[in-house]
T-cell receptor, first 113, second 114 residues
Framework: AQSVSQHNHHVILSEAASLELGCNYSYGGTVNLFWYVQYPGQHLQLLLKYFSGDPLVKGIKGFEAEFIKSKFSFNLRKPSVQWSDTAEYFCAVNNNAGNMLTFGGGTRLMVKP | KAGVTQTPRYLIKTRGQQVTLSCSPISGHRSVSWYQQTPGQGLQFLFEYFSETQRNKGNFPGRFSGRQFSNSRSEMNVSTLELGDSALYLC?????????????FGSGTRLTVV
């Protein structure tokens, strides 16, 4: 069975600080990888996804993630966070066999103005 | 285009009752998945429907069931509600199954069992 770990449960940053959220997964086969964001009171929104090709993926709102296959990681980065980035971030994975997403436990990011 | 629509947005039920939640996917999307979100367990996969057939099922008891109609709309049902079923139930739709399709989530139905 596949699993996803997000090691940082809570992160507090000041505006303009750089962000890196860790995500590791366990699955031996080919996977598709996703980062979703959930702003307070809102639904899950897709930030970016990786299916194949360039392991450095750029998403919306200045976010990017790098797939490192040897480390089973898909860390999310942003060079300079804004107060509006305050939200909960979820890493998710699915394999090619099905349409089921396995989510990590989420990371709550608070950006102080 | 309209997003994924879930109804109702909020629901309060009593233990032992049953509940039906509805999900209308994005027009043209044929796959609908359901997830349960709780503070303790996070986001957990319930089941997926495609072409009116259940294709995948998560590790939930048989009290949780669902179905999909020919227009791709989906319903999930929970019978004999327990306090622990209180959660945000999310529906996600995708164009087809498998690689290459993104998942769009609805705003969810918040179920409270008292």
């Amino acid at each position: 069975a596949q699993s996803v770990s997000q090691h940082n449960h809570h992160v507090i940053l000041s505006e303009a600080a750089s962000l890196e959220l860790g995500c590791n997964y366990s699955y031996g086969g080919t996977v598709n990888l996703f980062w979703y964001v959930q702003y307070p009171g809102q639904h899950l929104q897709l930030l970016l996804k990786y299916f194949s090709g360039d392991p450095l993926v750029k998403g919306i709102k200045g976010f990017e993630a790098e797939f490192i296959k040897s480390k089973f990681s898909f860390n999310l980065r942003k060079p300079s966070v804004q107060w509006s980035d305050t939200a909960e971030y979820f890493c998710a994975v699915n394999n090619n066999a099905g349409n089921m997403l396995t989510f990590g436990g989420g990371t709550r990011l608070m950006v102080k103005p | 285009k309209a997003g994924v629509t879930q109804t109702p947005r909020y629901l309060i039920k009593t233990r032992g009752q049953q509940v039906t939640l509805s999900c209308s996917p994005i027009s043209g999307h044929r796959s609908v998945s359901w997830y349960q979100q709780t503070p303790g367990q996070g986001l957990q996969f319930l089941f997926e429907y495609f072409s009116e057939t259940q294709r995948n099922k998560g590790n939930f008891p048989g009290r949780f069931s669902g179905r999909q109609f020919s227009n791709s709309r989906s319903e999930m049902n929970v019978s004999t509600l327990e306090l622990g079923d209180s959660a945000l139930y999310l529906c996600a739709s995708s164009l087809n199954r498998g690689q290459g399709d993104g998942y769009t989530f609805g705003s969810g139905t918040r179920l409270t069992v008292v």
